[in-house]
């Protein structure tokens, strides 16, 4: 199993849709993010926690809310769904503790029609 | 973070090595580089970092120069699945800074 799991994978909604974007780790690191990608733009940070009880906004929050129901998992929600948020989404973790970096998932390919 | 200076792009033969350079001019004393790549449309991947010393692991080679502006990423022996976008980050760690900030990077594309 992967460190990191994103699902769907892959998501056509409609706009004015509410949908949630869900990741689980069984990394045990203590931070979690939200990115996404558009071609050209490279990665935008959405949303950060560095614990449970901890919720951050990053660089592009508004059209975004996010759940950290547990250490291991981060959700992501569009609360209603509008076509420039068409864009691939990452999860991903880190451990303040070690240095190995960030632990990306494989994405989630967002389509809003 | 410091910042980074990366080729655009390279292309590199099957079974031969990949030398990708990394230039990191205005690098802390505090600062590690770390590589990563993303083959298409795939989540980024941690390759490697290092702090002063040259540093091997199972993908890959980091040299850093003694002065530490700048430094080499080899990957020993290409393969087309190596075809990919690597990027080159120079930040502290452990760190508070939440916003983890690729560039360009080097567009690497081996060549059967």
């Known amino acids: 199993d992967a460190d990191v799991t994103q699902t769907p994978r892959n998501r056509i909604t409609k706009t004015g849709k509410r949908i949630m974007l869900e990741c689980s780790q069984t990394?045990?690191?203590?931070?979690m993010y939200w990115y996404r990608q558009d071609p050209g733009l490279g990665l935008r940070l959405i949303y950060y926690s560095f614990d449970v009880k901890d919720i951050n906004k990053g660089e592009i929050s508004d059209g975004y809310s996010v759940s950290r129901q547990a250490q291991a998992k981060f959700s992501l929600s569009l609360e209603s769904a509008i076509p420039n948020q068409t864009a691939l989404y990452f999860c991903a973790t880190s451990d303040f503790g070690t240095n190995y970096g960030y632990t990306f998932g494989s994405g989630t390919r967002l389509t809003v029609v | 973070d410091a910042k980074t200076t990366q080729p655009t792009s390279m292309d590199c033969a099957e079974g031969r090595a990949a030398n990708l350079p990394c230039n990191h001019s205005?690098?802390?004393?505090?600062?590690?580089v770390y590589w990563y790549r993303q083959i298409h449309s795939q989540g980024p991947q941690y390759i490697i970092h290092?702090?002063?010393n040259n540093e091997t692991n199972e993908m890959a080679s980091l040299i850093i120069t003694e002065d530490r502006k700048s430094s080499t990423l080899i990957l020993p022996h290409a393969t087309l699945r190596d075809t990919a976008v690597y990027y080159c980050i120079v930040r502290v760690s452990p760190s508070n800074d939440y916003k983890l900030s690729f560039g360009a990077g080097t567009t690497v594309t081996v060549r059967a």
């Open positions: 290092g702090l002063k």
């Open positions: 990394k045990g690191h203590d931070r």
């Open positions: 205005t690098i802390s004393g505090n600062e590690y």
